[in-house]
C-alpha cells in the first residue's frame, strides 16, 4: 500500500514540475507548435467516454478482459474547446504512457490522419493523436499520458483510472 501511494506522490511531484517548468507568465502564447492545454477528452467513435479539465475528472474508462479499447486524445484549451492540433513539418507530437501496474492493462500510441476531406493540400494534414488500451487481467490501475513535443511535455494528465472486468 505504502509503494502505491509513493508512486502516485512522485507523478505529482513531476507533473507540478513540469507544468512550473513550462510556464511563463511573461509571455501568455504558447511557443510556436507547443500546445497550452488545460485538460482533454477521450473517445471512442466519436463518442466521448472521459474527461479531465481543471483538474475535475469525468467519466470512467472500464473494459474486459482481452477487450481493446481504441481512444482518440483531443486536448482542450482553457474554455473546453479542442485545440486544432497539426503537426509542424519535420516536428510530430508523440504520446507517452507511464502505467502503473502493466499486468492489468497495455497501452500502444498510434497516429491516425484525419479521415475527412481527402482532396485538400497534404502539406498541412491533420493528425488525430490515439492510443489502444488493452485489458490483460482483472482489476484496476492508473496511468498517466504526456503528450511530448521537442524533448518535453507540452501537457500531463493526472492519473487515468481503469478497470479490467
Known sequence: ??????????????????????????????????????????EIDG???????????????????????ELSIH??????????HEDEEGEEDELVFEIVDMNVISVESENHEDEGDHDHDHGDEHHEL?????????????FTLSLMHDGHADFVSLPISVTVE
Open 1 to 42: 500500500m505504502l509503494s502505491i501511494n509513493v508512486k502516485k506522490l512522485i507523478s505529482f511531484i513531476i507533473v507540478g514540475l513540469v507544468v512550473i517548468s513550462c510556464d511563463d507568465d511573461s509571455n501568455p502564447a504558447a511557443p510556436e507548435g507547443h500546445i497550452d492545454a488545460e485538460g482533454f477528452a477521450l
Open 47 to 69: 463518442t466521448e467516454v472521459y474527461r479531465q479539465f481543471e483538474g475535475a475528472i469525468t467519466g470512467d474508462l472500464t473494459l474486459a478482459v482481452n477487450e481493446t479499447l
Open 75 to 84: 486536448f482542450l484549451d482553457h474554455d473546453g474547446n479542442e485545440i486544432e
Open 130 to 142: 490515439g492510443f489502444e488500451l488493452i485489458g490483460l487481467s482483472s482489476g484496476s490501475t492508473t
